[in-house]
């Protein structure tokens, strides 16, 4: 007989913050290929068009604002009253459920590794490994940013990140740093919304849903 | 009753005049100090065809330059007339020369060349009549009469390595760092004109076979940096005047370079800037948007990463800098240029990977399709090797 025991996986508040996440990281990849590839407007009158300086607002906009979302989720994941789950990102330090995890994904074994931890080992290195870059798109995207203006908060953000880019070598590596890290992200968002349909089809224990419920159905075979 | 803004001024205006007075001090102890003046200055001047009046205009545009208020103006004149006591020791390494040259060849001399025209040279590798020991005795003589109080000037970088010997010089055989460790430790202040000296430039660029550096780096000394390729006069000349009105080095960035030249980037006041915001770019050169000025963001214009005020003091008389002539910015004033910097004439996510034709954007696709097809196959094969598991689900629901 089998029975499927309900567990809240998800605060509310992970759950806001993923998708935020989601939305923020749309319209900064959208935005951000434009201003590193524009095409140009010819209709008009130069004075009236303004369409990169307002692509721009939307990058700066969205940027500034996975800044927070991040300063939240980092928040969240050491002072969370549901569930602070930093020590899960470091869930791949666990050599044996490593092991388990590859001898899954190879079709070596029909085990999953245990769930010790709410990541699985690998799943846990590549969040640690998103938010490390998702860190350095917002601390190369502050420091581009603050290059430009001189007043208000990015100027004063500008100042505790310049040492960032003399130590760099430059906005120019800044800038390239910045797009290969965004090819990254392109990279983890595939295989993370995969891997997430191909839980949720294998287990069916509601693994998509989970994101937005926060529930997800335990089976066991008793 | 006093507003706030009134407190404001009236603070700004005692901070004012107590810089004033401090200038005025210090180039009084100055010509107290200093060897006598090479040259008159006015009548330098006079013989160059240059009027007081063009003086005076001068004196305006260099105070307002210099970012201070229009008082300092006397000052700054002042401050001019006693360029050529102040004595200068240049030395030239791994270059072209290309720095001395923009400054001492101008179309029709004016204040800031015919400045450095009466320059007090104790001793300057390629303009000097003197050569092999009596060049060697010049520099000796140099450093021991002005102990302390010359400016040194360095144009190139030093090749490290070897220990130093891809560059000796002078009839002893001194290699460039002995050569620079030994002036520079007696001088007043050090003053790297172009970038080579300031930042290694091409000589520092991969592969670099000599291991050449800048002179801050290969020495682990302050330096003041005036960056480009070369280099703006009026900045030299401004900081020479600086030193001259202040007694001591302008502010630097945490580069080295003056914070009065080097402040904004090219981008923030370039006159195509309109262009760069209406998304108005030139695709390819020579075509309609190019003929109409726009924007040159596309064709791998550096100004958005580039610190400096090209575009305001411009070349050649203010004729005009490269961006009004209708090409990118090569963003020549920053540290790691040549490297960084490439390609010059496309957008740096252009940038190639270890040769070749490929860049950022093709591995990215590539990457991202080889993802989604291994994704796809790994799913389709995890689907397979389940199936049982998956027909029991479907079982277990119907009981």
């Given at each position: ?222 | ?198 930042f290694g430039n091409v000589q520092a660029a991969k592969p670099n076979p000599t291991d050449a550096a800048s002179i801050g780096w290969a020495l682990k000394i302050q330096t003041v940096n005036i960056a480009g390729c070369p280099p703006n006069p009026a900045n030299f000349v401004g900081t020479v005047l600086h030193y001259l009105l202040f007694g001591g080095l302008p502010a630097l960035d945490s580069l080295g370079r003056p914070i009065w030249a080097y402040r904004m980037r090219i981008h923030d006041y370039c006159e195509r800037r309109p262009h760069y915001d209406a998304a108005e770019y030139v695709e390819e050169w020579g075509d309609m948007a190019a003929a109409k000025g726009w924007c040159l963001y596309k064709m791998g214009c550096k100004g958005p990463y580039t610190y400096g005020n090209c575009g305001k003091v411009r070349f050649n008389d203010a004729v005009s800098w490269p961006i009004m002539a209708g090409h990118g910015c090569m963003g020549c004033t920053e540290p790691g240029f040549w490297d960084t910097m490439a390609p010059l004439e496309k957008p740096i996510d252009e940038k190639t990977l270890g040769g070749g034709e490929k860049t950022i954007d093709t591995l990215g696709v590539t990457l991202l399709g080889a993802t989604l ?27």
């Open positions: 007989m089998e029975t499927i025991t309900p567990k809240k996986e998800w605060s509310a508040a992970i759950r806001l913050n993923h998708w935020l996440r989601v939305i923020c990281i749309s319209f900064l990849i959208i935005t951000g290929l434009y201003i590193a590839e524009p095409y140009t407007i010819e209709k008009g009158w130069t004075g009236e068009k303004m369409f990169m300086a307002e692509v721009r607002f939307w990058h700066i906009f969205f940027g500034m604002s996975i800044g927070l979302l991040f300063i939240w989720r980092f928040y969240l994941s050491f002072f969370s009253r549901f569930h602070a789950d930093w020590q899960d990102f470091l869930a791949w330090t666990n050599w044996t459920n490593v092991k388990q995890e590859l001898r899954f994904y190879f079709l070596l074994s029909k085990e999953p590794p245990e769930a010790k931890y709410l990541f699985d080992p690998l799943q846990s290195l590549s969040y640690l490994g998103f938010m490390v870059m998702l860190f350095g798109l917002i601390l190369t995207g502050t420091i581009m940013m603050g290059a430009g203006y001189d007043q208000g908060l990015t100027a004063l953000v500008y100042r505790i990140v310049k040492p960032v880019e003399i130590w760099i070598g430059g906005l120019a590596t800044i800038r390239w740093i910045h797009h290969i890290m965004m090819w990254g992200v392109i990279l983890f968002m595939a295989i993370h919304v995969n891997m997430a349909f191909l839980h949720d089809y294998l287990f069916k224990e509601g693994t998509v849903s989970s994101m937005i419920s926060g529930t997800l159905f335990h089976r066991s075979h008793k | 009753m006093e507003t706030e803004g009134d407190a404001y001024r009236r603070k700004v205006k005692t901070q004012y005049r107590e810089l004033l007075s401090h200038c005025q001090e210090n180039l009084d102890r100055m010509e107290g100090e200093l060897p006598k003046p090479r040259v008159n200055l006015h009548e330098e001047l006079t013989s160059q065809g240059i009027s007081r009046r063009d003086f005076i205009k001068w004196t305006s545009v260099t105070t307002a330059l210099l970012m201070l208020p229009p008082v300092f103006k006397p000052l700054v004149a002042r401050a001019a007339e006693q360029f050529s006591r102040l004595p200068v020791v240049w030395l030239h390494f791994a270059e072209c020369t290309g720095c001395s040259e923009a400054l001492l060849r101008t179309s029709y001399p004016n204040v800031d060349s015919i400045l450095l025209d009466t320059i007090s040279l104790e001793y300057h590798e390629t303009l000097m009549a003197a050569a092999g020991h009596q060049a060697e005795q010049n520099l000796e003589k140099a450093l021991a009469d002005f102990n302390g109080k010359f400016i040194c000037v360095v144009e190139g970088a030093l090749p490290r390595g070897l220990d130093g010997k891809y560059l000796t010089l002078g009839p002893k055989g001194k290699t460039g760092i002995a050569l620079a460790r030994e002036v520079t430790s007696k001088a007043a202040a050090v003053i790297c004109i172009g970038s080579c000296a300031s097809a291994g994704i796809g196959a790994h799913a389709g094969l995890m689907a397979v090797k389940h199936r049982d598991k998956l027909h029991i689900y479907e079982t277990s629901h119907k009981e």
